[in-house]
């Protein structure tokens, strides 16, 4: 299986809610290019899937995400190049830790 653990994320409760919200997203769009479909998916949980992984590999919009949430965008397309020749894995999330609660102002 496949593991999503940049070091940016280590450091999350010194993000600003902005960085953390465009971290979520790209999280997410990993989890849809690496979903396993049933046997009988039908076409539009096809084309969300392919769409992400379509998205992975290039774009403007990729990279703008990209940078918002702190990363490079040729690393992340790098990543999801690796993970295309291995014909996308499952992504694993280490629940291990759990994430740090903020206290309510």
Do not use: H, Y
């Not at 690496?34 to 084309?47: H, M």
């Not at 969300?48 to 403007?60: C, I, K, P, V, Y």
């Not at 690796?82 to 903020?102: F, G, H, M, T, Y």
Request: contains cysteine; aromatic residues 6%.
């Amino acid at each position: 299986m496949g593991r999503f653990d940049p070091d940016g994320l280590k450091d999350m409760e010194t993000m600003t809610p902005e960085k953390r919200l465009w971290c979520a997203v790209l999280f997410r769009i990993f989890q849809d290019a690496c979903r396993i479909l049933p046997a009988k998916a039908d076409n539009a949980q096809k084309v969300e899937r392919d769409q992400a992984r379509s998205w992975l590999l290039g774009g403007q919009d990729m990279r703008i995400v990209c940078e918002l949430a702190g990363f490079d965008p040729d690393a992340i397309r790098e990543a999801a190049e690796r993970l295309k020749k291995n014909d996308w894995p499952p992504i694993k999330v280490d629940l291990s830790e759990p994430a740090p609660l903020q206290a309510a102002a």
